[in-house]
């Protein structure tokens, strides 16, 4: 693997790793938000979730079975995204800030969908 790769990937990982860890540590904003959507069982989900991405972010990060922390990462991504930045509900300022929240989201998703494909 590249010197370049390598850093990417772990970029990439940091985002994961550093939002799991803080929904594990103060998941009370994140189970509101689920409980909200009508997720079932919310604190699990969000248990869950949170392990997800620090754990596939850990092995991104390392470089250990990307393709498939990438996909584990991106599944993570579509409930976050969704329940977490629903821009479509909000308006003006913080409208725009979801919508924002929302595209970054998508944006990893595609750069989770490139490193899945190497």
């Known amino acids: 693997m590249s010197v370049t790769r390598f850093i990417g990937r772990a970029l ?17 904003p ?8 009508e997720v079932p069982e919310p604190e699990l989900a969000v248990k869950v979730n949170s392990g997800v991405m620090v754990g596939a972010g850990a092995l991104m990060a390392l470089g ?9 990462l991106a599944a993570s991504l579509i409930p976050t995204t969704v329940i977490g930045h629903p821009f479509w509900d ?21 750069a989770l969908l490139y490193v899945s494909k190497e």
């Open 12 to 28: 990439l990982a940091s985002i994961f790793i550093k939002s799991g860890l803080d929904h594990l540590q103060n998941p009370d």
């Open 30 to 37: 994140i189970v509101r938000a689920a409980r909200g959507a």
């Open 64 to 72: 250990l079975a990307p393709r498939a922390a990438s996909v584990a």
């Open 90 to 110: 909000k308006d003006g300022k913080d409208r725009a800030q979801q919508q924002t929240q929302f595209l970054k989201n998508l944006a990893l998703f595609g």
